[in-house]
C-alpha cells in the first residue's frame, strides 16, 4: 500500500493555471520573435515540417 501511495505522489499533475503559464510564455517568446525579426517564412516552415 505504501509503494502504491508512492507511486502516485510521484506523478506531475497539472493545473489550467499551469497550463495557461506555459501557453502565455509560449506566447511571449512569439511576440519577442516577431519584434526582433527571429521569423520562418511559409515555405520554409513547410520544409521543416516535411522533413520530418
Known amino acids: 500500500m505504501a509503494l502504491a501511495q508512492a507511486e502516485k505522489s510521484r506523478k506531475i ?15 511571449d ?14 515555405e520554409e516552415a513547410w520544409e521543416e515540417i516535411e522533413a520530418v
Not at 13 to 27: C, G, S
Not at 29 to 42: F, T
Open 13 to 27: 499533475t497539472y493545473t489550467l493555471d499551469d497550463a495557461m503559464d506555459v501557453l502565455l510564455a509560449k506566447l
Open 29 to 42: 517568446g512569439a511576440i519577442d520573435d516577431m519584434e526582433n525579426g527571429r521569423v520562418q517564412s511559409i
